[in-house]
């Protein structure tokens, strides 16, 4: 019988292995790039997207302006603001197409993804590396146990609740306090 103390133990090792990898020069630019930008917008497809619509959240939560590209309520995006691209592999085409036309208002694109060479590299001025296994079974990735994608999906999360606590402690915000920006037509 399969133990689940013993499949936790292998995703939380795997989670604990590729946060402690991230370069912290690189976390510490995207956080200065965010606290800068009008409104930061997010793109990214499929369980990225809902790791970047999480991130999104929590960063509103914190009095930031933030967007889902094509969401209904989505405003222009100009050169004061930051797109963040969500992109393991940085080859998925819709947040290709979303970063080049980004570029063409000035915008800032930082891309979050596991693969530095990449068509991405081509339309962000940063970039940060969650070092995992991506479709494309590059060198230098962390292998993981779990299915496809899932261990870039959850550090992708968790690297935007790093940031939220990073901001949160800088700015030395009333974690209390927070609860009035929560949704409250609940």
């Known amino acids: 019988m399969i133990n689940y103390s013993d499949i936790q133990k292998e995703v939380t090792t795997e989670i604990t292995t590729t946060l402690g990898q991230i370069n912290s020069n690189d976390v510490s630019v995207l956080l200065d790039e965010i606290k800068k930008a009008d409104k930061v917008f997010f793109v990214g497809v499929g369980r990225v997207l809902l790791s970047l619509e999480a991130i999104a959240k929590r960063l509103a939560h914190l009095g930031i302006r933030t967007y889902i590209v094509g969401q209904i309520t989505e405003p222009a995006i100009t050169e004061n603001d930051l797109l963040i691209v969500g ?100």
């Open 87 to 186: 992109s393991g592999s940085g080859e998925s085409s819709f947040p290709l197409i979303i970063a080049k036309k980004a570029k063409k208002f000035n915008a800032s694109v930082a891309h979050i993804g596991a693969n530095p060479n990449c068509s991405m590299k081509e339309y962000s001025d940063h970039f940060v590396r969650i070092p995992v296994s991506t479709k494309l079974q590059l060198e230098n990735e962390i292998p993981s146990v779990q299915p496809m994608t899932s261990l870039f999906e959850q550090s992708l999360l968790l690297l935007g609740d790093t940031l939220a606590l990073m901001l949160v402690r800088e700015q030395n915000i009333d974690m209390h306090s927070l609860w009035e920006y929560h949704a409250n037509l609940e």
